[in-house]
């Protein structure tokens, strides 16, 4: 019987590990079960009496460390009252993450009917989080301990409870909650301490609150009237005031002037203004607030906290202060430190200056371009944030740790001030710098963000050298790009940058590969040295397997063989008792059981030489196919990432199975291809995988280096692969099982999903670190004595299936014992017992596949279907094929070879076949033999005929 969706995708929650329980039909509430908080659970069995009881009952997820998880609630805008309200949780959400410039990662999220969202976190150990209503927020709240969420595939009268699409449980893996909303959910109301908590990142250059008391008329208007000012006014001014270095202090003077002034009350407002609100801008102010008094045109700061905090506006901050210019009061390294960077960023202004400056003028431009040199290259970056060049250390050396502390390997800085040219490397960019003999400094930006080339990486199976590039995001993490030396180094191959997140444009191109090459060459023998491959598997005879989650030494370089979320996919997730558990389960089945040992078989190739081969699992639909293939697949990783589509292009393919060296290739879907690309498919793919190397193929250069690998190949389909009409060699490939292993237990295959998509990759690192210490002589003993004692007792069968089998039965052994805990001899009987279900069960034996005696086969039917078409003396539409003459049957050997051909046969091949058995006459003509004879004339014409006996 066909399981309800529901029913499955309650199942399938339970094999998360989410435990569930069913509410009432067409609602969210009440739950079908009394003490339902005790009552959830994952036990498919009982799930199985719930949904029998209660077909249409929606599902329940509890909340909460029962399964692991909580959630963001955020309410749609017709959820409840909220329409006539005007609340909307997503709206609230957005202000929520631009209040801490956070941002929410991908997780698991569902679409509830009302718009609103369900956003799944793990659940942190160590915290109490329970159900909250509206607390960070109008219609954003919490579901933890003790609580419930509705899930997908439930309906209720607004419409039905779906997945969002990019982020399904069977697509996304649910991730940590991000710190800061975390502490939102479990924090107090923030308290007043010393240490004041603000959203926003203090930096070094940040100024005094008198900047923009002093220059911005807003602030000014506050500071004459401050009695008067209206609520909004007083708002204004504090957010921008707390903003400077002694902000706070300066917020309560201001603030005290109030007669009603309150200390304690006026605290809380400014640490609410410190954590929640960001200052309000000049725009704001003007339109919001209605203040006029802004010059016209404005000042140029966005906001007035930007003269305390931009660096450029401090600058003309101090010396605006200079009432009178004079020799005197300008002549320090404060004001010429200013004037060298406003004589850049604001030469209007700085002109103004010195049109004011009482002193000698050619005397200021001489201090000043004495100043420019002594400070080395004191930079204008974005922001108006002022740079310069470090000093180097105890031997002169400049360290790129020294400006951007959290640089992933500590560089020499190339260049040297002391002769005018320099590189200047912040958190805000990397840019060329001279300094001419007047002082003038001269700034070409490489690069918006720090970027260093962190390792170089000589890849043995291209011979191709690449360096690993680290640059910083907007989101201040590194990230690593490797790309071969030829693209680092050449200006418009370097725009591929951009498509990794990284500025770049044509004009600073030529800038950045000069900067990286200079680097390169300060630090030849700083920079490490890695070897890096291109696929997974054996490595240095046999003493290393390369696979995500194995230590070695090696870096994986795929280049384009892969998307990186395929390599991401081969890593380790969940609880490995959980899986066992259910393979455990799983085993009980053979044909599971010879699947699931398969996988663990495919590294084993190198070590007993046995030549790749494929199994295929075909049956009717919704019979456990695809999570036998599932479980395979789970050995090493995620297995709807690592999956292959059989839609996928031979070249897709190809590659994927070069990067799978020595594990396990799954292609699943194949009833989606059409009838020409299943039929290329199973005549041509999988010829190519089962030869384990791909296409040879021209470069301008000459050949290009062919790819290979060593694999087992599992499929799974409604229909088989190997028809009468197959080669020999697709058959002696292929073990085909038919019958899915779950047709009776569909509830089981359902859980199977769930608890594979959670917990994976433990088992083959757990096999390989055995198989890696292991003696690989008595492993090749053991498939050797498994094979002898297979071939002796079905000497029936076709060798390369024994072959096969033994092989599989190896994986099956080994892992029983490694993964399973099993003893040697119940490993060894447990395997011996699969292999002989299957061989007894499943495998053809060797006439079958012999290709001639399957065409012999196909052409006696053909015979018998075309019987009145073997007469010469009836008269038909239809031309005949043939005649019967004295016993035999003569048929026309071009209407049969036709029709062999229709078939996928080849006529020449079988006639040739069918000769040396003696099946067939020849005729000799010199040395040279024809596969048929001379028949009697039809219609003045003497035929060639292909004469059989009539059985």
Same mark, same amino acid.
């Given at each position: 019987m066909e399981l309800s969706k529901i029913r499955q995708a309650a199942l399938y929650y339970a094999g998360m590990g989410w435990h569930v329980i069913p509410l009432t039909e067409n609602s969210k509430f009440p739950p079908k079960i009394k003490e339902w908080q005790h009552e959830a659970t994952i036990d498919p069995s009982i799930i199985a009496q719930w949904w029998s009881k209660w077909p249409n009952a929606n599902i329940g997820i509890a909340t909460g460390e029962k399964s692991g998880i909580f959630v963001l609630d955020v309410d749609g805008p017709k959820h409840g009252t909220n329409e006539a309200k005007g609340i909307d949780g997503n709206e609230s959400l957005k202000e929520l993450l631009d209040d801490h410039g956070g941002l929410i990662p991908d997780t698991v999220e569902a679409i509830t009917p009302t718009g609103g969202r369900h956003i799944i976190f793990k659940y942190p150990a160590g915290t109490n989080i329970s159900n909250s209503t509206g607390r960070l927020g109008n219609g954003l709240d919490t579901r933890g301990n003790g609580g419930y969420i509705v899930a997908a595939p439930s309906v209720v009268p607004e419409g039905d409870y779906i997945w969002e699409c990019s982020s399904r449980p069977d697509e996304v893996t649910v991730s940590e909650c991000p710190a800061w909303l975390l502490s939102e959910i479990i924090a107090e109301k923030p308290i007043n301490t010393a240490d004041r908590p603000h959203s926003f990142e203090r930096r070094p250059t940040d100024g005094p609150a008198v900047h923009m008391l002093n220059n911005c008329a807003f602030m000014q208007h506050v500071q004459l009237n401050f009695k008067n000012l209206s609520y909004n006014e007083k708002l204004a001014a504090i957010t921008n005031i707390v903003r400077a270095v002694d902000g706070v202090e300066v917020a309560h003077k201001i603030l005290s002037q109030a007669e009603?002034?309150?200390? &304690?009350?006026? +605290?809380?407002?400014?640490?609410?203004?410190?954590?929640?609100?960001?200052?309000?801008? %000049?725009?704001?102010?003007?339109?919001?607030?209605?203040?006029?008094?802004?010059?016209?045109?404005?000042?140029?700061?966005?906001?007035?906290?930007?003269?305390?905090?931009?660096v450029v506006p401090q600058a003309i901050a101090k010396i605006k202060n200079i009432i009178m210019p004079t020799p005197e009061n300008v002549n320090n390294s404060e004001i010429l430190g200013a004037l060298a960077l406003v004589q850049q960023k604001e /030469?209007?202004?700085?002109?103004? $200056?010195?049109?004011?400056?009482?002193?000698?003028?050619?005397?200021? &431009?001489?201090?000043?371009?004495?100043?420019?040199? @002594?400070?080395?290259?004191?930079?204008?970056? @974005?922001?108006?944030?002022?740079?310069?060049? /470090?000093?180097?250390?105890?031997?002169?050396?400049? *360290?790129?740790?020294?400006?951007?502390?959290?640089?992933?390997i500590n560089l020499m800085l190339p260049g040297n001030p002391s002769q005018y040219a320099a590189w200047v490397f912040k958190n805000d960019g990397v840019a060329a710098c001279k300094v001419n003999d007047q002082g003038n400094v001269t700034y070409n930006k490489a690069t918006y963000a720090p970027i260093i080339i962190n390792e170089r990486i000589s890849n043995?199976?291209?011979?191709?050298? &690449?360096?690993?590039?680290?640059?910083?995001?907007?989101?201040?993490? *590194?990230?690593?790009?490797?790309?071969?030396?030829?693209?680092?180094?050449?200006?418009?191959?370097?725009? %591929?940058?951009? +498509?990794?997140?990284?500025?770049?444009?044509?004009?600073?191109?030529?800038?950045?590969?000069?900067?990286?090459? @200079?680097?390169?060459?300060?630090?030849?023998?700083?920079? /490490?040295?890695?070897?890096?491959?291109? &696929? $997974?598997g054996w490595r240095n005879n046999d003493t290393e397997f390369i696979c995500p989650g194995m230590s070695n030494n090696y870096v994986l370089d795929t280049d384009d063989i892969a998307p990186q979320s395929v390599i991401d996919g081969y890593s380790i997730a969940g609880d490995h008792g959980a899986w066992l558990q259910a393979m455990g389960e799983l085993r009980k089945n053979p044909k599971a059981r010879f699947i699931l040992a398969a996988s663990f078989a495919a590294p084993l190739l190198k070590i007993t030489g046995q030549r790749i081969f494929g199994i295929h699992n075909w049956g009717d639909s919704r019979d456990g196919k695809s999570a036998a293939q599932y479980a395979a697949l789970s050995v090493w990783g995620k297995p709807s990432t690592i999956k292959i589509l059989a839609s996928s292009s031979e070249t897709g393919i190809e590659r994927m199975s070069a990067l799978c060296s020595d594990l396990p290739l799954c292609v699943s879907e194949l009833e989606t291809l059409d009838e020409h690309r299943r039929a290329e498919f199973e005549n041509k793919t999988i010829y190519m995988i089962t030869e384990g190397r791909g296409k040879q193929r021209g470069t301008i250069k000459g050949l290009q280096q062919s790819s290979s690998w060593r694999t087992i190949m599992i499929t799974n389909a409604e229909s088989p692969i190997v028809k009468d009409n197959s080669k020999g060699g697709i058959i002696t490939r292929i073990i085909e099982i038919n019958g899915g292993p779950f047709v009776n237990n569909q509830e089981f295959a359902s859980y199977l999903y769930g608890v594979m998509e959670q917990h994976y990759g433990h088992a083959g690192r757990i096999f390989l670190s055995h198989i890696l210490t292991a003696n690989h002589v008595e492993i090749r003993d053991i498939y050797q004595k498994l094979r002898m004692v297979l071939k002796q007792k079905y000497p029936e069968k076709i060798d390369s299936h024994i072959d096969a089998i033994s092989h599989t039965a190896l994986g099956d052994q080994l892992s029983s014992m490694y993964v399973f805990g099993e003893d040697k001899d119940t490993a060894s009987r447990g395997a011996l017992q699969t292999a002989e279900y299957i061989i007894e069960n499943h495998l053809i034996n060797n006439g079958d596949a012999d290709e001639s005696e399957r065409a012999w086969q196909w052409m006696l039917g053909w015979i018998a279907a075309n019987n009145g078409r073997f007469a010469l003396n009836i008269k038909s539409a239809m031309p005949i094929l043939g005649y019967i003459e004295d016993d035999y049957i003569c048929i026309l050997k071009t209407e049969l070879a036709k029709a062999m051909k229709e078939q996928g046969f080849s006529p020449d091949k079988i006639f040739r076949k069918w000769a040396d058995l003696g099946r067939i006459p020849i005729t000799r003509v010199g040395e040279k033999r024809t596969f048929a004879v001379r028949g009697k004339r039809i219609n003045r014409v003497q035929p060639w005929v292909i004469k059989i006996k009539e059985e």
């Amino acid at each position: 019987m066909e399981l309800s969706k529901i029913r499955q995708a309650a199942l399938y929650y339970a094999g998360m590990g989410w435990h569930v329980i069913p509410l009432t039909e067409n609602s969210k509430f009440p739950p079908k079960i009394k003490e339902w908080q005790h009552e959830a659970t994952i036990d498919p069995s009982i799930i199985a009496q719930w949904w029998s009881k209660w077909p249409n009952a929606n599902i329940g997820i509890a909340t909460g460390e029962k399964s692991g998880i909580f959630v963001l609630d955020v309410d749609g805008p017709k959820h409840g009252t909220n329409e006539a309200k005007g609340i909307d949780g997503n709206e609230s959400l957005k202000e929520l993450l631009d209040d801490h410039g956070g941002l929410i990662p991908d997780t698991v999220e569902a679409i509830t009917p009302t718009g609103g969202r369900h956003i799944i976190f793990k659940y942190p150990a160590g915290t109490n989080i329970s159900n909250s209503t509206g607390r960070l927020g109008n219609g954003l709240d919490t579901r933890g301990n003790g609580g419930y969420i509705v899930a997908a595939p439930s309906v209720v009268p607004e419409g039905d409870y779906i997945w969002e699409c990019s982020s399904r449980p069977d697509e996304v893996t649910v991730s940590e909650c991000p710190a800061w909303l975390l502490s939102e959910i479990i924090a107090e109301k923030p308290i007043n301490t010393a240490d004041r908590p603000h959203s926003f990142e203090r930096r070094p250059t940040d100024g005094p609150a008198v900047h923009m008391l002093n220059n911005c008329a807003f602030m000014q208007h506050v500071q004459l009237n401050f009695k008067n000012l209206s609520y909004n006014e007083k708002l204004a001014a504090i957010t921008n005031i707390v903003r400077a270095v002694d902000g706070v202090e300066v917020a309560h003077k201001i603030l005290s002037q109030a007669e009603n002034y309150s200390y &304690k009350i006026s +605290d809380e407002k400014i640490n609410e203004c410190l954590t929640n609100m960001n200052p309000q801008n %000049c725009e704001y102010i003007c339109t919001s607030v209605g203040f006029k008094g802004c010059p016209s045109g404005g000042c140029g700061i966005a906001a007035p906290c930007g003269w305390s905090l931009g660096v450029v506006p401090q600058a003309i901050a101090k010396i605006k202060n200079i009432i009178m210019p004079t020799p005197e009061n300008v002549n320090n390294s404060e004001i010429l430190g200013a004037l060298a960077l406003v004589q850049q960023k604001e /030469p209007l202004f700085f002109d103004d $200056f010195l049109h004011r400056y009482s002193g000698n003028k050619a005397s200021l &431009k001489k201090e000043l371009g004495k100043y420019k040199r @002594e400070a080395a290259g004191f930079s204008v970056i @974005e922001g108006g944030q002022g740079e310069t060049i /470090p000093a180097g250390d105890s031997n002169g050396v400049r *360290w790129l740790s020294q400006t951007v502390p959290d640089v992933p390997i500590n560089l020499m800085l190339p260049g040297n001030p002391s002769q005018y040219a320099a590189w200047v490397f912040k958190n805000d960019g990397v840019a060329a710098c001279k300094v001419n003999d007047q002082g003038n400094v001269t700034y070409n930006k490489a690069t918006y963000a720090p970027i260093i080339i962190n390792e170089r990486i000589s890849n043995i199976d291209t011979n191709q050298e &690449k360096a690993s590039l680290s640059f910083k995001t907007h989101r201040g993490n *590194w990230r690593n790009v490797i790309l071969p030396k030829s693209t680092i180094f050449d200006s418009k191959k370097i725009m %591929c940058l951009a +498509d990794s997140g990284l500025v770049v444009t044509s004009d600073t191109a030529k800038i950045l590969t000069k900067w990286l090459s @200079e680097l390169e060459a300060a630090n030849s023998q700083v920079i /490490p040295d890695r070897v890096g491959v291109s &696929k $997974f598997g054996w490595r240095n005879n046999d003493t290393e397997f390369i696979c995500p989650g194995m230590s070695n030494n090696y870096v994986l370089d795929t280049d384009d063989i892969a998307p990186q979320s395929v390599i991401d996919g081969y890593s380790i997730a969940g609880d490995h008792g959980a899986w066992l558990q259910a393979m455990g389960e799983l085993r009980k089945n053979p044909k599971a059981r010879f699947i699931l040992a398969a996988s663990f078989a495919a590294p084993l190739l190198k070590i007993t030489g046995q030549r790749i081969f494929g199994i295929h699992n075909w049956g009717d639909s919704r019979d456990g196919k695809s999570a036998a293939q599932y479980a395979a697949l789970s050995v090493w990783g995620k297995p709807s990432t690592i999956k292959i589509l059989a839609s996928s292009s031979e070249t897709g393919i190809e590659r994927m199975s070069a990067l799978c060296s020595d594990l396990p290739l799954c292609v699943s879907e194949l009833e989606t291809l059409d009838e020409h690309r299943r039929a290329e498919f199973e005549n041509k793919t999988i010829y190519m995988i089962t030869e384990g190397r791909g296409k040879q193929r021209g470069t301008i250069k000459g050949l290009q280096q062919s790819s290979s690998w060593r694999t087992i190949m599992i499929t799974n389909a409604e229909s088989p692969i190997v028809k009468d009409n197959s080669k020999g060699g697709i058959i002696t490939r292929i073990i085909e099982i038919n019958g899915g292993p779950f047709v009776n237990n569909q509830e089981f295959a359902s859980y199977l999903y769930g608890v594979m998509e959670q917990h994976y990759g433990h088992a083959g690192r757990i096999f390989l670190s055995h198989i890696l210490t292991a003696n690989h002589v008595e492993i090749r003993d053991i498939y050797q004595k498994l094979r002898m004692v297979l071939k002796q007792k079905y000497p029936e069968k076709i060798d390369s299936h024994i072959d096969a089998i033994s092989h599989t039965a190896l994986g099956d052994q080994l892992s029983s014992m490694y993964v399973f805990g099993e003893d040697k001899d119940t490993a060894s009987r447990g395997a011996l017992q699969t292999a002989e279900y299957i061989i007894e069960n499943h495998l053809i034996n060797n006439g079958d596949a012999d290709e001639s005696e399957r065409a012999w086969q196909w052409m006696l039917g053909w015979i018998a279907a075309n019987n009145g078409r073997f007469a010469l003396n009836i008269k038909s539409a239809m031309p005949i094929l043939g005649y019967i003459e004295d016993d035999y049957i003569c048929i026309l050997k071009t209407e049969l070879a036709k029709a062999m051909k229709e078939q996928g046969f080849s006529p020449d091949k079988i006639f040739r076949k069918w000769a040396d058995l003696g099946r067939i006459p020849i005729t000799r003509v010199g040395e040279k033999r024809t596969f048929a004879v001379r028949g009697k004339r039809i219609n003045r014409v003497q035929p060639w005929v292909i004469k059989i006996k009539e059985e």
